[in-house]
């Protein structure tokens, strides 16, 4: 198992700290603060769940703080919601330490349940691809209402942030579709444009900068 240490952030939840990547989880202002403020609220998913349908991709699902947050804010305003959500993550013994955390959302409890990758009851569906999601991107069949993105920095990772994967980020969201990121580097903003979306600042949580509300326009 890889080397993971927990971590307690600003808001009083925990995240881990990545030994091989030298970075968190999420950012140390708050790490449920993070999930909610910059993935789930900005990004439509009360309209959608309203309508009855929220399709979610996250690329690096980590320890799904950013799907629970979403399944949180979907079901508050319609417990009947149609959720389906595709998790592309490179480290499966993230299943077994995600146990050890206990956070806010009450939807937590279903993360903790996917079994075999995969969950499923009347409403929701989640299913989790392990390997590099730069490459399991390409198996994807699906379209999408919203992209999490949350790689570890394009500093540490600068091979996740780029025009390509972008490119094949935006082919699997519909026209109109979100992706949310918390990086607003310029060159990352560069690259979803090249890529066929329209950037804009998203909201400024726990730093100075903002992050970044993707949307695919055409
Ligand atoms: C910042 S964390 C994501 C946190 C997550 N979104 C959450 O809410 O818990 C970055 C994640 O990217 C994963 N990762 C790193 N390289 C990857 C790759 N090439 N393909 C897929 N996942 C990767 C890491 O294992 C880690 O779980």
Not at 43 to 70: H, M, P, Q, W
Not at 162 to 169: I, M, P, Q, T
Request: aromatic fraction near 10%; proline fraction near 3%.
């Amino acid at each position: 198992m890889k080397q993971l240490k927990k971590l307690k952030t600003g808001d009083g939840s925990f995240t881990f700290v990545s030994e091989e990547f030298g970075e968190t989880y999420h950012s140390v202002s708050g790490a449920e603060e993070e999930a909610i403020k910059k993935y789930a609220e900005p990004t439509n998913i009360v309209e959608l769940a309203k309508k009855g349908t929220v399709r979610i991709l996250d690329f690096c699902f980590g320890i799904g703080y950013n799907s629970a947050a979403a399944i949180d804010a979907a079901l508050a305003v319609n417990p009947d919601c149609k959720i389906r959500i595709v998790g592309l993550e490179l480290d499966e013994s993230l299943s077994e330490k995600l146990k050890e955390l206990s956070p806010k959302f009450k939807s937590y409890e279903i993360i903790k349940n996917i079994k075999n990758n995969n969950y499923k009851n009347e409403n929701i569906h989640i299913s989790l691809v392990f390997g590099d999601a730069k490459q399991t991107i390409q198996d994807i069949s699906e379209e999408f209402d919203i992209c999490f993105f949350d790689a570890f920095s394009p500093k540490t990772q600068p091979d996740m942030w780029s025009e390509e994967v972008f490119k094949d980020v935006c082919a699997k969201l519909k026209v109109g579709g979100l992706l949310a990121t918390y990086s607003c580097a310029t060159h990352v903003r560069i690259n979803l444009v090249r890529a066929g979306f329209d950037v804009k600042d998203g909201p400024c949580i726990g730093r100075r900068a903002p992050s970044t509300i993707a949307t695919k326009l055409f």
